[in-house]
């Protein structure tokens, strides 16, 4: 069977008419690289899987069938030939910049080898009428195009790297490939749908020594930062003749241009009320279609056997891993260790001298019997609104710093010992409830340049891996600490202490053998710390480079945000081009503190957790929406810290379509139960009376945004969920009805048409050609 592509609503004739058997020639719009290791190892060999030709004519009664499967149910539309709401010029000059931001947020993400949404880039092409997309520029395939993401991943940006990088023998014949095949013909692309029985909800358990992989040969380059960026050679000659590897990486000078531009836009006023009136539309037009299809909405996922909410997959996005477990369970984990292993020597006194876990407590006047959750102060309540500083007093139990050190860190005198038995119950709890995931959060400070490989001997030591769970680094912005600390001379040692290992370990694994390991369990970056920090200056083309950052306070938010990214991205392409895992940048982004935070996540992150100051700049909640960046959002630890729950924007982005899914940020201080997701999810549900079909759209969200595998993915959500709209819901999976996820497609296409169209006509009054847009 064919796999449906789906089309905005329209009558079945519209839709046949599109298969006129056209010979235009469609090219892959290659726009989403989800399996890095996947798609590194088909790019690198110069090796697809084959491909047929075949005629439109040929699948017409699959298509005619397929129509027959689209649900049927009370459709929202808007006749007219201007549905925008507003005067004609306001609509081409607010087209023109979202347009704009766009195409800047898409060229980063290509660069990066991070995701953009297919759909929204086949709008931008249309406009663009670049040579490759000449069948989108004449209308010729609408929303048709489906391609096969198993083979066709990249990013439109990567063709680029594909030129400067040409590991094959010039023989790209794909009979070789026993990996499948995609049905091409002149026209759209189609694609085989896979069976269900191929992909068990589950996928199959892990066996063994996840930590045991071979190491590759070591690749000779010769590694140096320039301008706070690490530059690769091939080799020493090549770069005493400055011939780097000629990777698309990213400009300063051209990123503060783009930020500029995007500062401008978020303060344009008509820009802001066109925004404003379109979120307002959506938030509306969600709720008649509530009002619509409710109820054919709960009577679709009835019929489906055996899935409700508490069986479909879900994953914690946003949970640090210090804090992954709930009071309570670290007060009987510390009872229990104080009763089993009090002789054990965990740390050393003020003087030098070797302490064991009885003598700790003791020197504090505590007994276990004395613990009590109330004891342990770990919980935030009224006191920590508005008070960073109180809210991390509250990460040391007892109010001492010393059991933090001993319970709830990786680098410690028995090297996190006790920190990897309780994580490791976390993660059992986890197996055990089957349908819940995390991505636990573990830190890198870059206070030195042996963290890494402390961090990674402490993972394989302790076998730190789930099938549950995978791992995101994240990087404090504390530079003002260690500079006062004299730790760090400027932030360029911060970076080398952060980035230098990572790039060793890709040019020679041998050298870092653990972190190598290690890497394969990484889904991405993230930059923490109080975003309510007052910042002293602003990244301009005046600011210093980072060798030069040698100043007492810390640099600025787009500052770190940038030379993260920037370092990401060489690191991107060089492992890339050594087979290996890539990363994103996932950063916590609007929590509080100045907009200019979103305008950076915007242009340089996949996805941002937070996102609370979103509420206050409509221009950038809607380019949000735009480009469905994920939204991890933690309701029940922004209500103890700087937003009260029933003025949380959660359920204002989810009614407008903004791709948001539930996190807990950190159950030890926000949570009660053992299971501190279902517990937001059924706050959320009680206060914003979510419906189960809201519920389960939430943890289909949280799936997509996460960094398990493609192929886990592929268990959890059905084999072709990169598939757009109904063709990529699996109901009997994710318990989501087809009308909703049409619902979201076909809205999310008029906004995009309603943009695209003003974009267009603007082309024409300003004398150049139109173009045919769908």
């Known amino acids: ?58 699948v017409i009664s699959e298509l005619e069938e397929e129509l027959e499967l689209l649900p049927d149910f009370q459709r929202i539309n808007v006749s007219g030939e201007d549905s925008s709401g507003v005067p004609f010029k306001d609509l081409q000059a607010a087209s023109k910049m979202l347009v704009l931001a766009l195409m800047i947020r898409e060229k980063y993400m ?25 069948a989108l520029k004449f209308g010729q395939i609408k929303n048709t195009s489906i391609i096969d993401p198993d083979k066709f991943t990249e990013s439109r940006g990567s063709t680029q790297v594909d030129k400067l990088e040409d590991h094959s023998d010039g023989n790209s014949s794909s009979e070789n490939s026993d990996e499948g095949q995609i049905i091409v013909n002149s026209g759209p692309y189609y694609e085989l749908k896979q069976t269900q029985t191929d992909h068990p909800i589950h996928p199959p358990p892990t066996y063994g020594d996840p930590f045991k992989v071979e190491l590759p040969p070591p690749a ?39 930020q500029n531009i995007l500062f401008a ?47 479909v997959h879900k994953v914690d996005t946003h949970v640090h891993a210090s804090s992954g477990m709930n009071q309570k369970h670290l007060l009987r984990f510390i009872k229990k260790t104080m009763k089993t292993n009090k002789d054990d020597v965990v740390c050393k006194n003020e003087s030098g001298e070797c302490m064991t876990l009885a003598q700790v407590f ?103 891996y789930s099938d549950n769970v995978r791992w995101m680094i994240q990087m404090p912005r504390l530079y003002d600490v260690y500079h006062a600390n004299k730790l760090c001379s400027s932030f360029q040692d911060f970076l080398t202490n952060t ?57 600025p938010y787009s500052y770190y945000l940038y030379y993260m990214y920037a370092n990401m991205v060489v690191l991107n392409n060089f492992r890339r081009q050594r087979g290996l895992c890539q990363f994103v940048l996932r950063p916590h982004c609007g929590e509080a503190g100045n907009v200019t935070h979103l305008v950076s996540g915007f242009m340089l992150a996949e996805s941002i957790a937070h996102g609370l100051v979103l509420r206050k700049v409509p221009v950038l909640q809607y380019l949000f929406y735009l480009s469905q960046i994920g939204i991890a959002m933690s309701p029940l630890s922004n209500n103890s810290l700087f937003l009260n729950y029933h003025r949380n924007p959660l359920p204002e982005y989810f009614n407008r379509g903004l791709n948001v899914s539930l996190s807990t940020d950190d159950p030890l201080q926000f949570h009660f139960t053992k299971e501190p997701l279902m517990e937001e999810y059924s706050i959320a549900a009680q206060v914003w009376k979510f419906s189960t079909c809201d519920m389960c759209e939430i943890a289909r969200n949280s799936v997509l945004q996460s960094g398990f595998p493609h192929e886990v993915k592929k268990h959890w959500l059905g084999p072709n969920y990169l598939s757009e709209g109904i063709s990529g819901n699996d109901v009997s999976r994710t318990n989501v009805p087809d009308i909703r996820v049409v619902y979201r497609y076909d809205t999310l296409v008029e906004e995009l048409r309603c943009i695209c169209r003003g974009a267009k006509e603007l082309d024409n009054t300003e004398g150049k050609p139109a173009k045919t847009l769908w």
């Not at 394969?520 to 923490?528: A, E, K, L, P, R």
Request: glycine share 4%; hydrophobic share 35%; aromatic share 12%.
């Open 499 to 555: 980035f230098q290992p990572l790039f060793e370990v890709t040019n020679d694994p041998s050298s870092h053998p653990e972190l190598h390991a290690f890497l394969n369990h990484i889904s991405g970056f993230d930059s923490v710390d109080d975003e309510s920090k007052p910042e002293h200056l602003m990244l301009d083309k005046d600011s210093p480079l980072p060798a030069d950052w040698t100043l007492p306070h810390n640099p």
């Open 362 to 464: 003791k020197s504090m006047n505590l007994t276990p019997y004395d613990l009590s959750v109330d004891m342990l102060d770990v919980h935030a309540d009224r006191n920590t609104f508005h008070r960073f500083d109180k809210f991390n007093a509250k990460y040391n139990p007892v109010g001492e710093s010393r059991l933090r050190e001993v319970f709830m860190k990786t680098d410690n005198h028995i090297n996190g010992l006790y920190f990897a038995k309780v994580i490791k119950e976390v993660m059992e709890d986890l197996e055990e409830s089957k349908y819940q995931n995390a991505e636990l959060r573990l830190s890198i400070y870059g206070r030195s340049i042996d963290e890494w490989d402390k961090l990674a001997k402490w993972a394989t030591t302790h076998m730190m």
């Open 110 to 134: 290509a660069l990066s080898k991070q995701t953009f949404p297919r759909l929204t880039t086949r709008f931008l092409e249309s406009l663009e009428g670049e040579g490759d997309f000449d």
């Open 265 to 311: 836009m978020i303060s344009d006023g008509p820009l802001k009320s066109f925004s404003y009136r379109r979120l307002s539309y959506l938030a509306n037009k969600f709720q008649l279609h509530v009002l619509l299809n409710e109820l054919k909405e709960s009577a679709a996922q009835k019929e489906v056997p055996h899935r409700d909410f508490y069986n």
């Open 220 to 258: 000779h380059c010769f590694l140096r930062f320039e301008k706070g960026v690490m530059v690769v050679y091939s080799s020493e000659k090549a770069a005493e003749e400055n011939k780097p590897f000629d990777w698309p990486h990213p400009n300063l000078e051209e990123f503060i241009k783009d």
């Open 1 to 58: 069977m064919f796999v449906w592509p789906s089309l905005p609503i329209s009558p079945n004739e519209s839709r046949l008419s599109t298969y006129d058997g056209s010979t235009t020639p469609v090219q892959p719009i290659n726009s989403t690289p989800l399996d890095r290791q996947y798609h590194s190892k088909h790019r690198l060999s110069g090796v697809y899987p084959k491909a047929e030709y075949i005629l439109p004519s040929q």
